[in-house]
Every structure is written in C-alpha cells, then in structure tokens.
C-alpha cells in the first residue's frame, strides 16, 4: 500500500533525526536513482523493511535528509547464522540547490521504495525558446 | 538483532565485528576468519542481501528485495538448499537526466545452504515492506532434546 507524506519542515520536529543519529549504529546509505526533469528532481531509494512510520524525512537549510529504521519479523530464541545486513538503519542526505522548491516536497513508499519528487520553482522550469527564421 | 550478534555478546565482539567488515571489505560478505566462504555466496553488495536466522523450531530466511510484488519470486527448496530467483526492471525516463542509477534493475538468483535439519516440506513465505520472509521448519530428529538425569 502505498503511503503518502510531507517532508518535516519545523525545527522543532528535528529531534527525531537527531536522536537516531545519536544512535551508537553505523548506518547503511540506500542505493539511490536520481534525476531530473523539467519539473523536478526524482530520488528513489532502496529501504527495504522501512515502513511509513518508521521513516524521517527533513528538509533543514538546503539539506534533505533520509532516515529510516529497518524492522524485522522476529522469534523468540533467535540466532543469526548469517548477515549481509547487520546494521537497521538507513541514513542519506543530499544537499539541494535554490532552484528546488524545499515547501512543496513529496514522498512516496512503497514495498521498501522510497520516492521523493522535489519540484522546481515555477520560474525555473524551462521554457522552449522558439527560434524563428528570417 | 543481527546487530546484537555482532555488537554486544562479548567484550572482543567488537574487535571481531570491525575485523569481520574488513574482511568483508576483501573478500566480499560471508568471509569467515581465514577468507572462506560458501561456493554459490554472491560478491558482497549483491542484490538480494539475505541474513538468515535460526530458532528452536525453524530457520529463518530474510531476503531484502524492495519494490517487488510476492508473485514476482520462483521460491523452490531440494533437501537443504533453497533457491529464489526472480526480475526486478527499472525503467527508465527518457526524457530525464540521471545523476545516479545505483538500484539493481535486472534478473537475480541467490541459492541459500541451510543446515542439514531443514524441512522443504514445511515452508512458509511473506512478502512485507520489501522483505520476503521464509519460514522453513526444522525436522523434529535434529532438535535439541532435555536429557534428564536421574
């Protein structure tokens, strides 16, 4: 199912992010797709096991920061035998530049899938500039 | 869980998990202490990374694949060897430039040697939030019994 969220923009709210980075865990950087279009920059990241309330995303200055927790089923008297994963958490950040519109962020997540849209200022959005002949 | 294993049993736990990730740094995850790993283990960084997990009762599979849907994965055991395989396509925005392009796009495979007591009758599969969880019941023979002394 999909889950659809704004990006934090208080700074009030940034305590979250703070505290798991506080966290005595190295964490795992997703593997990313990013591009851009005429409209925006897409970012898709990989997060398998991260659900919508266990993801922080934040928007601070013109830096966007990508956080998530990674929860596992577990059993009890459990044993790991092996562990490509070893870490249960994500972090990412990328800096943004002026163009792209911080307020107007969106995010998507899906199956472990994150999808982050963020759009440009409408007067940075390209034009087609007709050349005329004559 | 799996970071517990590594982080907090033993004092020297610590030296041994960064002594691990060096390790894995050479020669990829599943290294042991003198480099040996298993013959059908995938480089490290290979998509789908699995941990695996045991319990008294059954063997736990995790295989971390996001994006996917539970019908996408052909899951078949023989004896004590589990495979799954499956696709995942990325397609691609024509119209778009791209920065980076560091998700998996294409076939994968990982073929899992499980302990001997694994039963490929009973096995269970889920698919959530971009895990397939598999859980694969232990033959009742191979399970530690109480042996009482009289």
Avoid at chain 2, 36 to 57: K, Q
Wanted: glycine share 6%.
């Amino acid at each position: 199912m999909a889950t659809q969220q704004n990006v934090t923009q208080d700074p009030e709210k940034d305590s979250a992010v703070r505290q798991a980075t506080k966290r005595n865990e190295s964490a795992m950087r997703p593997p990313v797709d990013v591009y851009e279009t005429s409209d925006g920059i897409r970012l898709i990241a990989d997060m398998p096991g991260v659900s919508k309330e266990h993801l922080r995303l934040q928007a601070e200055a013109n830096t966007l920061t990508i956080e998530g927790d990674l929860v596992f089923e577990m059993a009890e008297r459990m044993e790991a035998l092996y562990a490509d994963v070893r870490s249960t958490l994500y972090r990412c950040s990328f800096v943004l530049s002026s163009e792209l519109d911080t307020s107007q962020i969106e995010a998507i997540l899906k199956d472990g899938v994150l999808a982050v849209r963020i759009p440009k200022r409408a007067a940075f959005r390209p034009r087609r500039i007709e050349v005329q002949s004559g | 869980m799996f970071e517990g294993l590594w982080g907090y049993e033993h004092p020297l736990s610590g030296q041994f998990r960064r002594l691990e990730e060096e390790l894995d740094a050479v020669f990829g995850s599943g290294a042991s202490l003198t480099g040996t790993r298993n013959i059908r283990s995938l480089p490290a960084g290979s998509f789908p990374a699995v941990n695996i997990a045991s319990t008294p009762e059954a063997l736990l599979v995790y295989l971390f694949a996001p994006g996917l849907d539970a019908k996408a994965f052909d899951i078949s055991m023989q004896q004590n060897l589990l495979s799954i395989s499956g696709a995942r396509e990325i397609s691609l925005d024509d119209a778009a430039t791209y920065y980076r392009r560091e998700r998996f796009s294409g076939e994968f495979r990982r073929t899992i040697n499980l302990p001997d007591d694994a039963d490929p009758e009973r096995v269970e599969a889920k698919y959530a939030n971009g895990i397939l969880t598999l859980r694969i019941g232990r033959r009742e023979s191979a399970r530690p019994r109480q042996i009482e002394v009289r």
